[in-house]
């Protein structure tokens, strides 16, 4: 059957898919199945904005949820490039509208479906962008922000995160006197810290002359961050002078 006609054999309405359903709606489904995990609908939005002609409707709303809908943690980092590989194959080895093509978008709209949803980034984003005047405002007054970002202004130091991020390589961590040692002991700690890593993180720690680190700053150094508590630190043990 024509792409141009419906399964009725009849003229394809404008933005009508061959079953009758609107294109626009086929678009939402096929996000808010990936957001649902819904792999079976996802595949179907997929297959029918595909055979209709609305390929690229789909290989675009694809790049949407991506974006949008997805954390794409490292356990999926590998989803980015296998979506563009299909999308790939289904534009330049078959037709995007027949065929193998429209089994491409299927299998993309099912990893969409499948991996880790989260949709956090946009409104974060947005959320963001609406307080910023205010908060700015309420800044310049000396007035304490009704909602404030997630990091405080370079006026106050970052904080308390400031004390871990202003190290020695920032200009404001060179003011404040912290020096490699205080890098080394708890700038540079993460949350996980492989054999290897802290083999060799304690090996310059202990052969780091010029600053004479004790037991207790290596053992600090070397230990990873709460994940509970990331941006926990000891002041003491973490900021050396001599």
Not at 109 to 132: H, T
Not at 203 to 223: K, P, V
Request: charged residues 30%; hydrophobic residues 35%; negative net charge.
């Amino acid at each position: 059957m024509s792409n141009d006609t419906n399964d009725l054999g009849k003229p394809l309405d404008s933005n009508k898919t061959k079953g009758g359903y609107s294109r626009y709606t086929m678009a939402s489904l096929l996000q808010k199945s990936a957001r649902r995990g819904d792999r079976e609908r996802a595949m179907f939005a997929a297959f029918e904005l595909c055979r209709s002609g609305y390929s690229w409707n789909f290989w675009d709303r694809a790049q949407t949820v991506l974006l949008e809908d997805l954390r794409l943690g490292v356990t999926d980092a590998d989803l980015l490039p296998a979506i563009e590989r299909l999308r790939q194959l289904a534009t330049k080895k078959w037709e995007p509208d027949e065929g193998m093509g429209i089994a491409c978008a299927m299998r993309a709209a099912s990893l969409l479906a499948e991996a880790e949803s989260a949709r956090e980034l946009l409104p974060m984003k947005n959320w963001w962008l609406e307080i910023a005047d205010d908060r700015i405002q309420s800044l310049r007054r000396g007035e304490q922000p009704e909602h404030d970002f997630p990091v405080q202004p370079e006026s106050k130091d970052l904080g308390e995160l400031g004390y871990v991020v202003n190290d020695t390589h920032t200009a404001a961590g060179s003011r404040a006197g912290r020096n490699m040692a205080h890098y080394l002991i708890e700038s540079s700690r993460t949350t996980d810290q492989s054999d290897l890593g802290q083999q060799y993180q304690r090996l310059i720690m202990e052969h780091e002359i010029s600053y004479d680190l004790t037991d207790e700053q290596i053992d600090h150094g070397t230990t990873p961050v709460s994940e509970d508590e990331p941006w926990e630190c000891d002041r003491e043990i973490g900021f050396p002078r001599h």
